[in-house]
C-alpha cells in the first residue's frame, strides 16, 4: 500500500461519506465524555436511547452527583455493564469537579486520568470535542486497517501510530469517522460488502465478496 493508493482511498471515503461525525447524540463536550464511556461494548443507538432520557435530567458533573450512582443507573441499567459505568461516571464527575472546574480536559493525561476513561475515549474526545486530528481505534478501524492494508498492525496502539503517519495531512481530522462508518456499514465484520464498496479497486483485502 503506498502514499498514492491511500490518498485515493480517502478522497473517495470522504466523497462518499459526506457527514463523517459521531453517531452520538450530544451537546457539549461534557455530554460527549459521558456518551463515550457508555459507548465501551455498547452499541450508539443503545447509548441514545439512553442519554435521550438522562442528559435533559442531568447533564453536568454537579447534577450528575446529585443523581448519585444509584439514580444514574436507573437511567443506563440497559447498558452493558452500567454497574462499573455508573461508578467511573459518578467518579469523573468528582474529578472533574474538584480538579477541572467541572471542565472536560483537553490535555490527554488529564483525559486518561479519569476513571472509566482510556487512551481511545481520550482520542475521541480530543478528536469530536476540541477538533484535535487524533485517531482512535475501534473494532472498526482496527479491522478495516488491516483488511484493506492501510495501516496492518497487530495491535490496536500500533495501527494507530501507522494512522497518524500515513493518513494524508488533509484527512487527519475527518479519518477516525470515515473509517469507522466505512466499517460500520460497508467493511463489516462477518461479510464485507464488497461489491457496493468505493474502495474495492484500491483495498488489498484477498477475500474479496460480491455483495
Not at 439514580?71 to 452500567?82: A, C, D, M, V
Request: include cysteine.
Amino acid at each position: 500500500m503506498n502514499q498514492a493508493r491511500r490518498h485515493e482511498i480517502f478522497v473517495r471515503l470522504r466523497e462518499h461519506i459526506r457527514e463523517p461525525r459521531s453517531e452520538l447524540a450530544y451537546d457539549s463536550a461534557f455530554e460527549l465524555l459521558i456518551a463515550v464511556i457508555l459507548s465501551a461494548q455498547a452499541t450508539d443507538v443503545s447509548v441514545n436511547k439512553a442519554t435521550a432520557r438522562l442528559f435533559p435530567v442531568a447533564n453536568t458533573p454537579e447534577s450528575l452527583l446529585e443523581l448519585g450512582e444509584d439514580g444514574l443507573k436507573s437511567y443506563i441499567s440497559t447498558i452493558g455493564l452500567h454497574n462499573s459505568k455508573a461508578k467511573n461516571i459518578i467518579r469523573t464527575c468528582e474529578m472533574l469537579v474538584a480538579r477541572h472546574d467541572s471542565q472536560v480536559p483537553r490535555e490527554r493525561a488529564a483525559l486518561e486520568a479519569l476513571p472509566g476513561v482510556g487512551r481511545k475515549t481520550a482520542n475521541v474526545i480530543l478528536n469530536v470535542a476540541f477538533g484535535e486530528p487524533t485517531i482512535a481505534v475501534d473494532t472498526h478501524i482496527f479491522r478495516v486497517s488491516n483488511r484493506t492494508r492501510i495501516a496492518p498492525g497487530k495491535t490496536v496502539l500500533e495501527v494507530e501510530k501507522k494512522l497518524l503517519r500515513c493518513v494524508p495531512g488533509e484527512f487527519r481530522l475527518d479519518a477516525h469517522h470515515l473509517l469507522i462508518l466505512h466499517g460500520r456499514y460497508t467493511c463489516i465484520a462477518r461479510k464485507p460488502r464488497c461489491g457496493s464498496c468505493v474502495i474495492e479497486d484500491l483495498c488489498e483485502y484477498k477475500q474479496k465478496t460480491h455483495e
